[in-house]
């Protein structure tokens, strides 16, 4: 349907998904990982210290490793669902109106407005 894409337009779309799983994974990551540096280096010894480290990175690293091993068949099936899927689906629309809402500050007013309207809400949790 569409000319495959040149080089130049690979990497550039390579290097803005890449900042876009970025900007989406720090939130994820940034507590945990300030977590285990503050015990690591609270701890009595380095190699506790460096355990603990390792043992992060391997937890974080070993999904990537499985990922990049199963590249090829992940693309076939992607190609399936493409075919399958010629517009964007209401679960992505509202995917994407989220992430505006999340930007822009609007889903914490509206979380605010929420708790101010409905005052069961802020009896759970």
């Not at 349907?1 to 900042?19: C, K, Y």
């Not at 939130?27 to 009595?44: F, K, R």
């Not at 603990?52 to 399936?80: Q, R």
């Not at 669902?81 to 889903?107: D, K, N, Q, S």
């Amino acid at each position: 349907m569409f000319p495959p894409p040149s080089t130049s337009w690979r990497t550039i779309s390579a290097f803005v998904l890449d900042l876009a799983f970025a900007f989406g994974w720090t939130p994820c990551i940034a507590p945990i990982l300030a977590a285990i540096l503050t015990v690591g280096a609270a701890s009595t010894t380095l190699p506790d210290g460096i355990a603990l480290l390792t043992i992060y990175s391997l937890g974080l690293g070993v999904l990537f490793l499985l990922s990049a091993l199963f590249t090829d068949t992940l693309a076939t099936k992607v190609e399936g669902v493409r075919a399958t899927y010629t517009r964007p689906t209401p679960a992505a629309a509202v995917m994407i109106v989220m992430g505006i809402a999340i930007m822009t500050g609007y889903l914490s007013a509206f979380a605010f407005w929420l708790l101010a309207t409905l005052h069961i809400l802020s009896s759970i949790g």
